[in-house]
């Protein structure tokens, strides 16, 4: 009875392999007419009898799984890993969980080389070339792993879609990142940030929590630039605790991203589908304020569901609904993530903050408005300070994978063959503390390997350099991110000086960047300052 068993187990699996499930009820469906069939093969037909076969045949599909997924069979078997991520997508799914996927990946990247194996499908590679070959145009499409991103039943925003339909997304979206788009956003961005200077006037000598007014206005300004209303965060706090129930959010979506085929069954469990279901409101209430009232400005919902007529068919407005959400929370929380970081790099480092408020009162004199973006490119070391933290503290650090397509011969990547259906990561976090790219020094803060007069080798280091990803799916609003950034650390700068609040520094301080979690975008601990005005 047990050889019989074993050997359907094998079957069963060899039908897994080739037609991996791409739904919980294959899966099962594959997993029940397996456990059936072995009760043909039971002793007796008693309940003792079935639960033996029934046991044997799971236990050996499982032992031949493990097999499989160990042995030089493999079609990732060159390619080397820890054993535990060779054998189950489990020990993904627990370091997502841990919320530092990028320090694991990146220890293991220290102790296996640039090629590692995460994953039993996915491989993670830090190599320059990987940049152009898997994420560039004529590169790989995204994986399975973004179809777990989708909120089930609603329609698809850009972020899952790929190819020709990814494109004729993209390309209502570079309508509303034209320059001439992003300067009808300045004046948003400009009234949130004077909002912020003035509640920190109003916590002048007490401690306050720089995080949560980086999080308030970068909310509240893609309120305005997406549906073109403020959320009034900063005026008013988070009363519908949407922050709260974008962490949860994230950290669900990052955990289902590993099990793409089993999120329907994932997101039936109350407990997850909660914080899917008050996206998906919060996003359709703010669809239809929008279109009950005419915006005052061009804001991105006119590009999204083309205003202006240009296009023969115009979007459907769940669609445009679907993006409208998502660009809330692309643009809120790395922007948020990436300013945060700025201000704790700089409080961190008091020559280089020195040297940024020296050129913020050369470049915005007599109190000039800071917010005057024509003044930008004058700002060559707060640019290069920004770079410098989206270097080191990528938003996004690990990205989500590209896939080589079942049905093609595999892929080269970094002179390596990348067999069909394996899933490639290539994170950014590890790419831009590899020495071989950023040197010297990788790992500390150095604003000044950005300037044009440091020997620092760039053409390298640029090439590497991937904090908005690359290719046809990059991110679409990094000159906005950009924008955003220079604004409101001109405007902060100009007004105060911040020191970390008394309680706060030293070791509390310095482990801040620890407490960043990897849920696709980082999540933050709070920053807790002490902001002194400078009398402007
Ligand atoms: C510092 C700030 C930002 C960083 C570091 C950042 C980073 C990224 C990265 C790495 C991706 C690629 C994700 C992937 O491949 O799965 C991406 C995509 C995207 N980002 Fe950003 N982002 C930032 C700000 C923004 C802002 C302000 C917006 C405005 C709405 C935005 C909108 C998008 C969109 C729509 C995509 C998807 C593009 C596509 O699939 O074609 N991002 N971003």
Request: glycine residues 8%.
């Amino acid at each position: 009875m047990f050889v019989q068993i074993g050997l359907l187990a094998v079957f069963t699996h060899m039908v897994f392999q080739h037609w991996e499930p791409k739904d919980v009820t294959r899966a099962l469906t594959v997993l029940l007419s397996g456990s059936l069939g072995s009760i043909l093969f039971a002793k007796s037909l008693t309940a003792s009898g079935i639960l033996v076969a029934v046991a044997t045949f799971i236990a050996s599909l499982c032992l031949s799984v493990v097999f499989y997924r160990v042995s030089p069979f493999h079609p990732l078997a060159q390619y080397p890993g820890p054993i535990l991520n060779k054998i189950t997508q489990l020990a993904p799914m627990w370091t997502v969980y841990t919320g530092h996927q990028h320090l694991t990946n990146h220890k293991l990247h220290a102790k296996y080389g640039p090629i590692v194996r995460i994953g039993p499908n996915d491989l993670s590679i830090v190599d320059v070339d990987a940049v152009n070959s898997v994420l560039g145009a004529g590169g790989l499409p995204k994986g399975q792993y973004y179809n777990a991103r989708q909120i089930p039943n609603a329609p698809q925003n850009i972020i899952g879609m790929r190819g020709e339909a990814h494109a004729a997304r993209r390309k209502l979206w570079n309508r509303g990142f034209s320059p001439e788009s992003l300067q009808g956003y300045e004046a948003g961005i400009a009234r949130r940030a004077s909002q912020v200077v003035n509640k920190l006037n109003e916590s002048v000598g007490k401690e306050t929590d720089l995080v949560k007014w980086i999080n308030y206005f970068a909310f509240d300004v893609m309120g305005e630039m997406a549906f073109g209303r403020s959320f009034n965060m900063i005026t008013e706090g988070d009363k519908g605790g949407i922050w709260d129930t974008l962490g949860k959010f994230a950290l669900q979506g990052a955990i289902a991203s590993h099990i793409p085929w089993a999120r329907g069954v994932f997101l039936k469990v109350p407990m997850f589908s909660k914080h899917f279901g008050k996206m998906r409101q919060f996003g359709m209430g703010c669809a239809m304020q929008r279109m009950k009232s005419e915006a005052k400005v061009k804001d991105l919902w006119y590009y999204l569901s083309d205003e202006a007529g240009i296009e023969k068919v115009k979007p459907a407005v769940p669609e445009v609904s679907a993006d409208g959400t998502f660009a809330v929370v692309a643009g809120s929380d790395t922007t948020a993530s990436a300013l945060s970081s700025l201000f704790w790099f700089l409080i961190m480092n008091p020559d280089v903050y020195k040297k940024v408020q020296e050129e913020i009162d050369t470049v915005y004199p007599d109190y000039a408005d800071p917010l005057n973006t024509a003044r930008h490119a004058k700002l060559v070391y707060l640019n290069a300070c920004i770079n410098e933290t989206l270097r080191l503290h990528p938003p996004i650090p690990t990205n989500g994978p590209r896939q080589v397509p079942e049905g093609t011969r595999g892929k080269l990547v970094a002179g390596r063959h990348i067999p069909e259906g394996t899933q490639v990561y290539v994170p950014p976090y590890s790419m831009h503390r590899d020495p071989r790219y950023f040197s010297p020094e990788p790992e500390s803060f150095i604003p000044d390997r950005w300037l044009s007069a440091s020997s620092f080798d760039k053409a390298s280091s640029e090439k590497a350099f991937i904090p908005f990803s690359y290719g046809p799916a990059n991110c679409v609003g990094r000159q906005m991110a950009k924008n955003e950034m220079l604004m409101f650390a001109s405007v902060l700068l100009q007004h105060f000086t911040f020191q970390f609040a008394p309680g706060f520094g030293g070791r509390e301080a310095e482990k801040w960047p620890e407490r960043r979690l990897d849920y696709l975008v980082t999540t933050r601990a709070p920053l807790l300052v002490r902001a002194k005005p400078r009398n402007t």
